[in-house]
């Protein structure tokens, strides 16, 4: 079946300039996490989902970041007045509930902020 | 101090070597201990999942968990080409798994 994909795959942007993410998760999997991938280095919590609603954003490095998710599907990672610093892999994972330990990550966004 | 160590690596080894990937931790309230695997350009994947101490095995995969010494191995048997990858370690502190801790990753290199 159909795993997590995401949108862009690739991404290059001014610095400055807005960008949006998107990830679709696998159908019927309520939860949803955004982590972030800089450069050897592991992955960083960004925020999780359940449902719609996101019980923790602690993960967001600032308020540029900002992610919703829609009709328990699609969520999309948005970040404002993008910096170079910003430039990363995105990855979204999609687990069928909050006590489930499997996640299933989708391929990335690679994004550079020039 | 980060939550999570991992040796970046990258680990060369020949064909058929014994491969032990490992992580150290600080919070001793860590519960569950994962291991993903991810191949260049690609998300991670789950490889092992273990609760709490002691050895769980898989195939080739064993992972073991020492809580008291906070500190937790991946060991390859019989290593191949194929699992040339970056093999990243994770840890969560409860059953709810609302948020995840992972290492940096080592890179492993197996050499035909």
């Known amino acids: 079946g159909a795993g997590v994909s995401q949108s862009p795959s690739n991404k290059v942007t001014e610095k400055g300039k807005d960008v949006e993410l998107r990830c679709d998760p696998i159908?019927?999997?309520?939860?949803l996490y955004w982590y972030r991938q800089r450069l050897g280095q592991g992955l960083e919590f960004l925020i999780y989902?359940?449902?719609?609603?996101?019980?923790?954003k602690s993960g967001l490095p600032s308020d540029r970041f900002s992610a919703e998710r829609t009709g328990e599907s699609v969520s999309t990672l948005t970040i404002q007045r993008t910096q170079q610093e910003d430039s990363a892999v995105y990855l979204c994972?999609?687990?069928?509930?909050?006590?489930?330990?499997?996640?299933?990550f989708g391929p990335g966004t690679r994004l550079l902020v020039l | 101090q980060k939550e999570v160590e991992q040796d970046p690596g990258p680990l060369s080894v020949p064909e058929g070597a014994i491969v032990s990937l490992n992580c150290t931790y600080s919070?001793?309230?860590?519960?569950?201990f994962m291991w993903y695997r991810q191949y260049s350009r690609k998300g991670p994947e789950l490889l092992m999942y273990?609760?709490?101490?002691g050895n769980k095995e898989d195939g080739r995969f064993t992972a073991q968990v020492d809580k008291s010494s906070k500190y937790i191995s991946l060991f390859i048997r019989d290593s191949q080409p194929s699992d040339s990858a970056t093999y990243l370690c994770?840890?969560?502190?409860?059953?709810?798994?609302?948020?995840?801790?992972f290492g940096s990753g080592t890179k492993l290199n197996v050499k035909p």
């Open positions: 994770a840890m969560s502190l409860s059953y709810n798994f609302n948020k995840f801790y």
């Open positions: 919070n001793s309230a860590f519960q569950y």
């Open positions: 159908s019927g999997h309520t939860a």
């Open positions: 994972a999609s687990s069928l509930r909050r006590e489930e330990e499997t996640q299933y």
């Open positions: 273990t609760y709490s101490s």
């Open positions: 989902f359940q449902g719609n609603s996101a019980p923790d």
